[in-house]
């Protein structure tokens, strides 16, 4: 609870003492795991991020929120196959899950293969949530991708 209330007040640092103590209490917690990652990507610690990610995946290899941020923190930290995989293994659990195809998109976009990207992107655009800015940004690089534009 008191992870929880220094996570709504943006109190990080003290979110991630908090959640410190809970691990050194039980190290296999998976709650104090993925809280632990998510502030630590939030933070923009994304190599740290693994670590915790890894030890979770490694007790639930199904854990789609837990791979889901480790695709994140692997993309964020330029490590692109890593990423890749990850968002592969959600796209098996979840095959409508949208994120999926934008993390997809964004790493078939940096590797500059403009094919995958359109179809990565496209493929988020046939399962997103159209009432987003998310959703309305991916629909103009769609829309960019096939005008030729770089």
Do not use: W
């Amino acid at each position: 609870m008191l992870t929880q209330l220094y996570l709504s007040t943006s109190r990080y640092t003290n979110a991630l003492a908090s959640i410190e103590e809970q691990l050194r209490l039980d190290a296999r917690n998976p709650r104090a795991l993925l809280n632990q990652a998510a502030i630590l990507i939030h933070l923009k610690e994304f190599k740290q991020a693994l670590t915790p990610l890894d030890t979770l995946l490694r007790q639930q290899p199904d854990n789609q929120a837990a791979l889901m941020n480790r695709a994140i923190a692997h993309l964020q930290a330029g490590e692109l196959d890593a990423a890749e995989r990850d968002y592969e293994a959600l796209r098996k659990l979840a095959p409508e899950y949208h994120a999926v195809y934008f993390g997809l998109g964004e790493i078939a976009s940096r590797r500059k293969d403009t094919a995958a990207a359109l179809r990565h992107y496209e493929d988020y655009l046939k399962y997103g949530d159209r009432a987003t800015e998310e959703y309305r940004a991916v629909a103009e690089k769609v829309k960019l991708l096939k005008g030729g534009a770089p």
